[in-house]
């Protein structure tokens, strides 16, 4: 969930139409036609993307005059199958996927059972990857991957280019060889196995 | 007792509040008192900065290990990137890091001819930090207008490692040789738990988003940082290394310039003074049996300082952070994301954020890190409408205010805290520099425990850390 009390305002007479805010929307809010960056004001999460890589400093951040308020209802979605797609993905329902806007796995997994089919689309429904834009990527992609979809980055985009390894991938080789440097793999993979078994708070204490 | 060393100044920022508004600097207030960290612990090494020479004695010491540096693959017609990181520049003030990275300009272009040398200066979370530092220390001006921040958003390449695609910023890449322009000090050891600290900034302030987010969700709270370690033994990356150097930092300022063409051996030194001067540090921090705790730095909540160690390890004393056989630290991002929807950790061995810290005094520190999870858990006084409405519009940080009060000044937040917790023990993060910023009784505390803490790791949890990291002890 993300209470979006933001917008991102361009000034016309400073955008030279270089596209970088179009390569970076999490939310592919804003596009340059005419040779000058638009905003769609109902898609924009708030982000301030755009706003810090803007090469002209053309854009400014606005108070929304009525804040958007983004949020999937996981309550409207058959449980049973939320917690499929996190076990698959190897997260725990309710654990943190996104740190800035609070989203836990169970809500992105929500969103694809909606029919999100990208991580833009994820992030345009849930607000996860629109506050640093940075640390969320990753188990979106699992948890899409997870639920059978594989989505391609957007054309000409830098919104993001692909799934990484995750520490069950590791190489036997890889682990033996760095055994000794300090990398507790197995140890790690130990931990996150429990936390993803581990029992659901919201359940249990409803 | 010692009078307060004079804290770090605010910074005009776009992540803080306009310095003028820092009206009141916490160790003004009746009660504080500074300790000086060789007070604490006189085997800290001797510093070369806070210091007589000033700048010009990490000038010159950047010099001597510089010489011993091959350069020879480096031609007059090559390009070269020398890489930096926003972190350099919160240290001592800043000038001591821009120092170095200006002397390692001059020294390449005198040694090597070459003319082609750009700065390349990778952030955190906070895309145009950076900037602001590359305009304040004239390095735009000293690289003949080469300097630039990136940010993990910016266009990247792939890299083929032995785990697989990872992906670095392109900018970073974008030349010849590549030199790896950091510093020693430990920050962030509940990320990195001191493996591969010099390694580091290859999976973060050069790496894009799909690295960062490996780092930090796919990998494990201990082999996180082994996405630094695959990405600098990539061929790519090893084809354009040149050398490595190093600010090297204890709590109490500058040791030295260390350099190497070889990143492991200057990483495994580092590891050293990490865990032998910052791990006293920190155990003694963990000695603290209760504390306001007041934030008063240019930085954002969680990396303000105190005696070379960030809040964010503060909050995570009460264990022990280098221990490898312990997998989750009080805080970092995997423990944060365990939390359920009850705002209970998931696990029952999760352990709380330390419970010393009775409240939160933000008396000024800066938006730009996901810092709500603070506020969630420890009672948290932020001073002046201003800065709250600041972190109101942060969008890492809409809920920061929504588990914080507000009070009109810095006075009013302190006597709010000495009353609501009943302790008088206060430690201030505000970068004062050899020493550090407490409230007297606090004082007696540490001169008092110091001793059996310095013990307990030379004799005890030196080598244990040591051994974990297959570093053998000097
Ligand atoms: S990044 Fe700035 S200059 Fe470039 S198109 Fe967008 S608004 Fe215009
Ligand atoms: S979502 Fe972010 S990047 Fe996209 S238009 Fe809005 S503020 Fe800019």
């Not at chain 2, 070459?114 to 530092?133: D, M, P, Q, S």
């Not at chain 2, 944060?336 to 000024?364: S, T």
């Not at chain 2, 920061?400 to 609501?420: I, L």
């Not at chain 2, 606090?442 to 013990?455: D, G, H, Y």
Request: charged share 25%.
């Amino acid at each position: 969930m993300k209470v979006v009390n933001l917008l991102a305002m361009v000034d016309t007479e400073k955008c030279r139409g270089c596209k970088t805010c179009e390569r970076i929307c999490p939310v592919l809010a804003i596009k340059v036609e005419n040779r000058v960056a638009v905003v769609d004001a109902e898609r924009c999460r708030g982000c301030a993307n755009c706003e810090q890589r803007c090469p002209d400093l053309a854009i400014t951040m606005v108070k929304r005059d009525e804040p958007l308020v983004v949020k999937v209802d996981v309550g409207a979605v058959d449980y049973d199958r939320i917690m499929d797609i996190c076990r698959r993905a190897k997260l725990n329902p309710e654990q943190l996927i996104c740190y800035c806007t609070g989203t836990r796995a169970e809500e992105a997994a929500a969103a694809i059972l909606q029919g999100a089919k990208s991580p833009e689309e994820v992030s345009f429904l849930t607000g996860a990857r629109t506050g640093c834009k940075v640390e969320c990527i990753q188990p979106i992609l699992r948890l899409l991957e997870a639920a059978g979809i594989k989505p391609q980055p957007p054309k000409g985009g830098w919104q993001w280019y692909g799934r990484t390894v995750t520490v069950w991938e590791i190489p036997e080789a890889v682990k033996k060889k760095y055994a000794s440097r300090g990398f507790y793999f197995d140890e790690d993979i130990k931990i996150l196995d429990r936390v993803a078994a581990a029992p659901l708070q919201g359940r249990s204490d409803a | 007792m010692r009078a307060p060393i004079t804290p770090l100044p605010p910074r005009k920022s776009q992540y803080g509040i306009d310095p003028a508004m820092v009206k009141t600097r916490v160790c003004e207030l009746p009660g504080m008192t500074s300790v000086l960290l060789k007070e604490l612990f006189p085997d800290l090494p001797e510093v070369i900065f806070p210091g007589p020479g000033g700048v010009e004695a990490v000038r010159k010491a950047a010099e001597a290990a510089l010489e011993k540096i091959d350069m020879s693959r480096i031609k007059p017609e090559h390009s070269v990137n020398i890489l930096a990181s926003h972190h350099g520049f919160t240290l001592l003030g800043g000038e001591p890091y821009a120092e170095m990275l200006k002397t390692i300009k001059d020294v390449i272009e005198k040694r090597t001819g070459c003319k082609n040398i750009r700065l390349r200066a990778g952030v955190g979370l906070r895309f145009r930090e950076t900037e602001e530092y590359i305009k304040r220390y004239g390095l735009d001006e000293h690289f003949n207008g080469k300097a630039i921040g990136v940010a993990p958003v910016d266009q990247g390449i792939p890299i083929e490692t032995e785990i697989g695609t990872l992906y670095g910023i392109k900018k970073v890449y974008d030349a010849d040789w590549i030199v790896h322009a950091h510093n020693s000090d430990v920050r962030e050891v509940h990320f990195h738990r001191q493996v591969d600290r010099a390694v580091k900034p290859f999976g973060m302030s050069y790496a894009r988003i799909e690295t960062r987010s490996t780092y930090h969700q796919n990998l494990g709270p201990r082999a996180a940082n082994f996405t630094a370690r695959a990405i600098f033994d990539s061929p790519f990356v090893q084809s354009k290394f040149a050398f490595a150097s190093f600010l090297t930092v204890a709590p109490n300022g500058i040791i030295g310039v260390d350099a190497d063409n070889d990143l492991y051996a200057l990483n495994d030194r580092v590891t050293q003074t990490g865990c032998r001067y910052y791990g006293k540090m920190m155990t003694l921090f963990g000695e603290i049996d209760e504390c306001i705790a007041a934030l008063d730095f240019p930085c954002p909540v969680v990396y303000v300082f105190s005696a070379g160690v960030i809040y964010a390890n503060f909050a995570g004393a009460n264990t022990d952070l280098y221990d490898l056989d312990m997998p989750l630290p009080a805080y970092t991002w995997y423990t944060e994301a365990f939390y359920g929807k009850r705002g209970r950790p998931l696990l029952d061995d999760i352990p709380p954020l330390n419970p010393a810290i009775k409240m939160c005094v933000h008396n000024y520190a800066w938006t730009g890190y996901p810092s709500a999870f603070f506020s969630e858990h420890i009672p948290t006084v932020v001073v002046g409408r201003e800065q709250a409405e600041l972190f109101n519009r942060d969008p890492q940080n809409l809920t920061y205010m929504a588990h914080a009060v507000v009070a009109e000044d810095t006075r009013a937040a302190m006597d709010f805290a000495y009353k609501a917790t009943g302790t008088g023990k206060v430690v201030i993060f505000d970068g004062a520099m050899g020493g550090i910023n407490v409230s007297e009784p606090l004082a007696e505390l540490l001169l008092q425990k110091a001793p059996a803490v310095s013990r307990r790791v030379d004799e005890e949890l030196l080598p244990k850390w040591l051994r974990q990291r297959g570093v053998i002890q000097r």
